[in-house]
């Protein structure tokens, strides 16, 4: 098994690059959490029905599930930070015609299709490159770390932050919280700017890789992620747990904004999704402690199982402190799992396959969301909203008796030794 790839640069441009990424990252999905919100309060406003509110999820996470693979192998042929930029200042020219569009009163219900759809391209070919930057700018006994802080800032700004913000923004008018966006993915793009060096992996600087196949490239990055078995069960359990998630994201709106049984407004719906920032948050920073005192097995279980909490309360309550605090948990187990899950893939998988291996990563863990919101809406049409409730609790359970096999084996217990031994040529740390 081929190990993690030491940083380059000096110690204080990696100090330097990382702190420019780590601020990238939280602005981005600032912008992410405010405009998420605001798209399917706009669907609200233009039509009351489940299977149409739930289009624009459909939509925004559609891409993850055709575009995943592409963008990874995409990440290992060039500048990584480079393709950060064009991406973020992409989705600031989208934002920017759907302002206009709203503004005069042009904007159809297909359009925020459309529009929903590019800024998802956008936002997979953002998440997917960063992941590959990460270990370019992060000495190995300082990952797990790097990984909490990503992850606790992107849980604040995406969960906790973002959604309240989007919701007083939304209340103001769509026109400002997709203004307020369009400014984020800016700043984005200055925090990049701030980076230095180059960020071609050792793939991408082969001259022959450039003319190479994209399909074969792919290929190959498929085959790796089928052949590391305990990654490819841990990430199948995470894609069932993401169209769990995703059902329970494209019909929560309609069973909690007014007239929905919760009869929240729309800032107290904000709220009540920042909540999942909140656990978040609690679960990122915690991580690396749990991992070091119970071990990176019992937090992917018990992450897993916070998660199946979350998806399954609304079957069986309307209380809105209740759903609140099951929110709450299953964000914990959200931002423990990608803390653990995260450092453990970046510890084992090699600088030169990590865009393609993010890329299939993602289309296991986030590709099965369009998925998951498209039999939510058919579910709520034919039997209701709490019947998406139900079967997400059902099968993240499932998912949850798939995490505790995996993690079990001998072979996971290999690994884990293994990213546990001590590398000389990653002693900095990351402040």
């Not at 948050?281 to 897993?304: D, E, H, I, N």
């Amino acid at each position: 098994m081929r190990r993690h790839t030491a940083p380059r640069g000096t110690t204080l441009a990696r100090r330097r690059n990382f702190a420019a990424l780590w601020a990238e990252s939280s602005v981005t999905n600032l912008a992410d959490g405010v405009v998420q919100l605001t798209l399917p309060l706009m669907a609200v406003s233009m039509t009351r029905s489940p299977a149409l509110v739930t289009g624009v999820s459909f939509a925004n996470t559609l891409p993850w599930l055709l575009l995943s693979l592409p963008a990874g192998a995409l990440a290992d042929r060039v500048d990584r930070r480079r393709l950060m930029m064009m991406t973020a200042l992409a989705r600031v020219v989208i934002l920017a015609a759907l302002v206009a569009g709203v503004l005069a009163g042009l904007l159809p219900l297909a359009g925020l299709y459309a529009a929903a759809l590019l800024l998802g391209t956008g936002q997979v070919l953002s998440q997917t490159t960063r992941m590959s930057v990460v270990q370019m700018v992060v000495p190995r006994n300082r990952m797990e770390s790097a990984f909490a802080k990503l992850t606790a800032s992107d849980t604040v700004a995406n969960e906790f932050v973002g959604p309240p913000l989007g919701g007083v923004l939304a209340a103001s008018g769509s026109a400002v919280a997709l203004g307020a966006g369009g400014i984020g993915y800016a700043v984005a793009v200055l925090a990049l700017v701030i980076m230095t060096g180059g960020y071609r992996s050792a793939h991408g600087r082969v001259p022959s890789a450039a003319g190479s196949s994209l399909r074969g490239e792919i290929w190959e990055g498929v085959k790796y992620v089928w052949e590391e078995r305990v990654l490819r069960m841990l990430l199948l359990a995470a894609g069932v747990a993401g169209a769990c998630w995703a059902a329970w994201n494209a019909v929560i709106v309609v069973y909690a904004v007014a007239p929905g049984p919760l009869g929240l407004t729309r800032s107290a719906f904000g709220l009540l999704m920042g909540a999942l920032g909140v656990g978040g948050v609690v679960g990122a920073f915690a991580a690396p402690l749990l991992s070091r005192w119970l071990g990176r097995r019992v937090v992917l279980v018990g992450s897993m199982a916070c998660y199946a909490l979350l998806l399954g309360t609304p079957a069986v309550s309307s209380s809105p402190g209740l759903i609140a605090a099951t929110t709450m948990v299953g964000g914990v187990g959200s931002g423990a799992w990608n803390v653990a899950y995260s450092s453990l893939r970046a510890l084992v998988v090699p600088d030169e396959m990590m865009g393609r291996y993010s890329g299939a990563s993602r289309l296991a863990s986030w590709g099965s969301m369009p998925l998951g919101a498209a039999l939510a809406g058919a579910t709520a049409e034919l039997g209701g909203v709490r019947g998406v409730f139900w079967a997400g609790g059902i099968v993240c359970s499932a998912a949850l008796m798939m995490t505790l096999r995996v993690v079990l084996s001998r072979k996971f217990h290999e690994i884990d030794a293994l990213t546990k031994t001590p590398d000389s040529s990653a002693s900095e740390s990351v402040r």
